[in-house]
């Protein structure tokens, strides 16, 4: 039998170390995961791809399996050792990002990355299907952005080193340096203890069965989830993907300028992103069921009118203020939108809906989203005349506007 959770049970002095190093962790998934994107240029040149080949590079061949394994992954961690799925994984990973700098063409590059994909699929679920038992359910958005503080640190890290170490030693020593040491973090990982799984009161499942897909894939307020923080992770993953490429094509910033401010900017704004969103997120929900996709909605919204500021100003200080308010609002939703998850699955499917949700949204952002760019980047001669790259990039405030419509009904469900 699985212990029933309360609101008062307290979290122990080992919860918040495992919560530590399940956050480290994820700060060199996203590093790992985004280091590429800062590297584009520096490929580009030696290899004279496209930019839909870069994005192939960079999103869909790190997209393919995690997406695939990212669902039997959740299942797995609904049942096996979470523990022992998350070291594998991060051995798996950490190993193909430092082989990505032995590559010698697009497909030696496209294998790395697909495996780097593979182990990194690995963590999502089954890491925060940890942090739910390891805590008790009034401080799951607080806990799930503290952890997802590990967007913010490991996307500022592949920023600012990705930027200095590729101009001063190339994008192969970027590579090597920062992709080989997470082996051996899956030593303090795997030595993690396992804690019990604990049941939410009321929830509607209590075993498995065959119909716990139908449960989530028929239930009005995940699937709006679903397909709101989709629209939303394209237009704020993309953010990432391009941001680098558009940089130095438009407005001719150097590599090292764009690491320093992208690290700056991602950690300034970032971390109180992650860390009070969901604190925010949570003060939401208690107003109303629905209030952290309410919550959602709103960032959603406000993002679009600083995307179109970033695409078609050229004032370097009116950037600066629209990638840090994006940056902002890019990761202060990732706490609410895993809460809201796990609450509306319930203990026993909680590895599988972060799963679906995962899956949508980097269907949508790596798979769709970046690829949509690349090409509409190609066909509007980007390469050959720069500013064309901005028309390209309105994919992304009109994603933000579809995003804020679908969350909006989330909430409207969620309360009813």
């Known amino acids: 039998m699985q212990n029933i959770e309360t609101a008062e049970r307290p979290a122990s002095g080992y919860a918040w170390y495992a919560l530590g190093l399940l956050t480290f962790v994820y700060v060199l998934n996203f590093l790992d995961r985004v280091i590429i994107l800062y590297l584009f240029p520096l490929i580009k040149t030696e290899y004279k791809f496209t930019d839909l080949q870069l994005s192939l590079l960079g999103t869909t061949a790190f997209v393919i399996f995690y997406t695939a394994l990212g669902i039997p992954f959740g299942r797995y961690a609904d049942r096996g050792s979470r523990v022992k799925l998350i070291a594998i994984g991060l051995a798996i990973w950490s190993l193909f990002s430092g082989l990505t700098g032995f590559a010698w063409d697009f497909w030696s590059l496209f294998f790395c990355r697909l495996m780097v994909g593979v182990g990194e699929a690995t963590l999502g679920p089954a890491a925060i299907s940890l942090l739910s038992d390891y805590f008790p359910p009034t401080k799951r958005a607080t806990v799930t952005s503290i952890y997802s503080m590990g967007i913010a ?87 990432s993907i391009w941001g680098a490429t558009f940089y130095t094509r438009l407005h001719k910033f150097d590599l090292a300028t764009i690491g320093m401010w992208g690290g700056i900017l991602t950690l300034i704004a970032g971390i109180p992103a992650t860390l009070f969103g969901g604190v925010f997120a949570d003060w939401f929900r208690r107003k ?98 720069p500013a064309m790259m901005r028309y390209a990039l309105l994919v992304c405030p009109i994603s933000c506007f579809l995003s804020a419509i679908f969350l909006y009904l989330g909430s409207q469900t969620r309360r009813a």
Do not use: H
């Open 153 to 239: 640190v490991g996307a500022g890290f592949a920023a600012f080193f990705g930027g200095l170490l590729g101009q001063e030693y190339g994008w192969r020593a970027a590579f090597y340096i920062l992709g080989f040491p997470g082996i051996l973090l899956a030593v303090f990982v795997f030595m993690l203890r396992e804690p019990k799984r604990m049941q939410t009161p009321n929830a509607a499942e209590t075993e498995y069965s065959g119909t716990d897909w139908k449960k989530l894939l028929s239930n009005k307020s995940f699937i709006l989830l679903c397909l709101g923080y989709a629209f939303l992770g394209l237009a704020t993953n993309n953010l």
């Open 288 to 385: 109303q069921a629905g209030g952290r996709m309410l919550y959602g909605a709103g960032l959603a919204l406000v993002s679009v009118p600083f995307w179109l500021l970033l695409i078609f100003t050229d004032n370097v200080y009116l950037i600066l203020l629209a990638n840090g308010v994006l940056l902002f609002a890019a990761l202060a939703w990732l706490g609410a939108a895993a809460a809201d998850a796990t609450e509306i699955a319930g203990a026993n499917l909680r590895g599988l809906a972060i799963a679906v949700y995962f899956f949508s949204v980097n269907i949508a952002a790596y798979l769709i989203g970046s690829n949509l760019i690349g090409y509409l980047s190609d066909r509007f001669g980007a390469t050959e005349n």
